[in-house]
């Protein structure tokens, strides 16, 4: 009974989900001409009073589109209509000049800027028009932002990387050029994580239960002055857990976590052990593992008798 109540539950939502999805695309006309690059039918509904600003489900509207397709001619019809130059989807926060800019479409993003659309608003992120118009490559269109007071040396909240290094991440050798008579520091360097001193609880896998009020237990030393234990006294570092992975692996050792078993024996000093072992301990033919298990139950017997 709980499958079926929550079975048509989800189909509810489902339904209601996709009837919002459908009426946002029905009432969005202009977007929907614009989409498809028919001009005459933008002019059109734009002539019967339409929305010129009604957004499509992702909340592109018909500007975002004229933007994205390049089509100046368009772009223009529809700021004089009334288009809302800062609009933003509703996935990704775009705005018409970020889709422009994206795109390298110089003419558009100029009649944009001139419409009252800002160069600096980017995505949540900090990913900047500038940014994306750098990696796509049109030297032009690059101009085109920084006449307009687009920050050359602006960090994205990513990786802290400015336009030059989008640029050339993407091999755009004219806008490097560009961007470095602009004023882009050249020395600039991104964010690097240094993952040998990434904690296990920075990583979102979580560590041992602290109290609750307690100070962070990795800097503090425990009681009786001995070394911090990982494990026991603080979380472990991504390093010891990569070492104990590969100390797994090399000697068998599942409980061997943090740190090296240290130095392996000698085969020759195995060899020997196992020999003696043999003379010591069991007949001809015994396999050395069940004398190592033999000797160990005798050593134990023997403190149970000493006790």
């Known amino acids: 009974m709980r499958k079926v109540i929550r079975g048509s539950f989800v189909a509810g939502m489902m339904a209601i989900g996709m009837s919002a999805l459908l009426s946002a695309a029905a009432t969005a006309p202009v977007a929907d001409a614009a989409m498809n690059g028919d001009k005459a039918a933008v002019r059109t509904l734009l002539k019967s009073a339409a929305d010129v600003n009604a957004a499509q489900g992702d909340g592109m509207t ?6 994205m397709s390049g089509d100046l001619e368009l772009a223009q019809m529809l700021v004089f209509a009334g288009a ?6 509703r996935l990704g926060a775009y705005t018409s000049l970020f889709l422009a800019s994206q795109q390298g479409h110089a003419t558009v993003i100029d009649a944009l800027i001139k419409a009252g659309s800002d160069v600096k608003a980017g995505t949540p992120n900090g990913t900047s028009p500038l940014m994306v118009a750098a990696a796509a490559g049109k030297a032009d269109a690059v101009k085109v932002l920084v006449d307009a007071g687009a920050d050359v040396n602006a ?14 991440a993407a ?5 490097i050029t560009l961007l470095a008579s602009k004023g882009a520091d050249l020395k600039a ?16 896998f979580g560590g041992n239960p602290q109290a609750p009020g307690a100070p962070p ?22 390093n010891e857990l990569i070492n104990a992975t590969f100390t797994r692996r090399r000697t068998g050792d599942a409980s061997a976590v943090g740190a090296s078993r240290g130095p392996r024996p000698d085969r020759h000093q195995v060899r020997l052990r196992h020999f003696r072992l043999r003379q010591l301990h069991g007949p001809p033919g015994w396999p050395a593992s069940a004398l190592v298990r033999a000797a160990h139950v005798r050593r134990r017997r023997q403190e149970c008798d000493d006790d």
């Open 171 to 175: 091999n755009r050798a004219d806008v």
């Open 84 to 89: 809302n130059v800062r609009a933003t989807t």
């Open 217 to 238: 237990r990795s800097g503090a030393a425990p009681a009786g002055g001995r070394v911090p234990m990982p494990g026991v006294d603080r979380n472990y570092q991504l």
């Open 62 to 67: 018909a500007l975002h589109w004229a933007a």
């Open 189 to 204: 360097t991104s964010k690097v994580s240094d993952l040998a001193s990434l904690s296990r609880e920075s990583l979102g």
């Open 155 to 168: 960090k994205d909240g990513v990786r802290a990387q400015t336009p030059i290094m989008y640029a050339a």
